[in-house]
């Protein structure tokens, strides 16, 4: 049973837990990667785009034709989409970590 005294107490923990989480989304970076490294994309814990990297050689090996644009684009995004399934696991490693810390009856 949650104790209604220590409900301002809470919250404020909460407020200050939330600022904590803004910081380490920020500064949380990952990486996704495909095509043997042929493109790299860099994204933050927010899930902002930070770089994008595609080597020189994936772009010259490009033919002009329609298949090889299309390959690059599905490269682009399985590279985009890894360093977002990244960025979702180092979130929720962090908020696990977090919740943990209020010793709110029944989470842990």
Do not use: F
């Not at 990667?33 to 927010?46: E, L, Q, R, W």
Request: net charge negative; proline share 2%; charged share 20%.
């Amino acid at each position: 049973m949650i104790n209604p005294l220590k409900l301002g107490e809470m919250l404020s923990q909460a407020n200050q837990m939330q600022e904590e989480m803004k910081k380490k989304l920020e500064q949380t970076v990952v990486e996704g990667s495909s095509g043997g490294g042929a493109v790299m994309a860099t994204m933050n814990g927010k899930k902002q785009l930070l770089k994008l990297h595609i080597d020189a050689a994936a772009v010259s090996s490009l033919s002009g034709n329609q298949a090889d644009v299309e390959m690059l684009e599905d490269l682009i995004e399985a590279a985009v989409n890894e360093a977002g399934r990244k960025a979702d696991d180092a979130i929720q490693s962090s908020v696990q970590g977090m919740l943990g810390g209020l010793n709110l009856p029944g989470l842990g």
